[in-house]
């Protein structure tokens, strides 16, 4: 059970946040309880909705932004976002259980994949202080500065929704999958 308040329906949710948690359902065709927690501050709601989508336009193909999303909910060991980003890995990205398996411990079969989920993963582990060769590496896969900026704000986007989903217990409404062990 939630620890925080989540309304059960659009409808139950602050009136600023309707108009955006109904684009969520015109999108998805459904509105996770993530959203509909979130919502209930309307500009927390905004703000992720902005972020996310305007990262969802950027240079990282959506493979990679779901690898990034699974070492990252390990990482902070959230089952709810380990859950929904294992679906959407599988029903959307098209990734193998072996691969989502890789993820989440920081890896990956496609090298360039696995050179910026490990970069995301340094930066989560050392809080983004890394070193000169951990810039280095990632570049040397093929990203670009911008790139490594996109490869941050995933971390970020993603640490958010983590923490949020964590403080709240947000109940899981994907096929469940749990954390490995705690951070």
Known sequence: M???FTPATVIDSPAKSQPLLEAVNKQL???PNLFRLVGS???????????SG??????????TRERIALAIAEFNACDYCLSAHTY???????????????????SSSDPKAEAAVAFALK?????GHVNDSDIQTVKAAGYDDAQVIE???HVALNVLTNYINSVA???IDFPVVRARAAA
């Open 123 to 127: 930066v989560a582990t050392d809080r």
């Open 41 to 51: 501050n309307p500009a927390a709601l905004e703000g992720y909705l902005n972020l």
């Open 54 to 63: 305007a990262l969802n336009k950027g240079a990282l193909p959506a493979p």
């Open 169 to 171: 217990h947000t109940e």
């Open 29 to 31: 065709g459904v509105v």
């Open 151 to 153: 490869i941050i704000a």
């Open 88 to 106: 959407l890995a599988k029903n959307l990205a098209k990734l193998s259980d072996a691969e989502i398996t890789a993820n989440r411990s920081g």
């Open 2 to 4: 939630s620890r925080l």
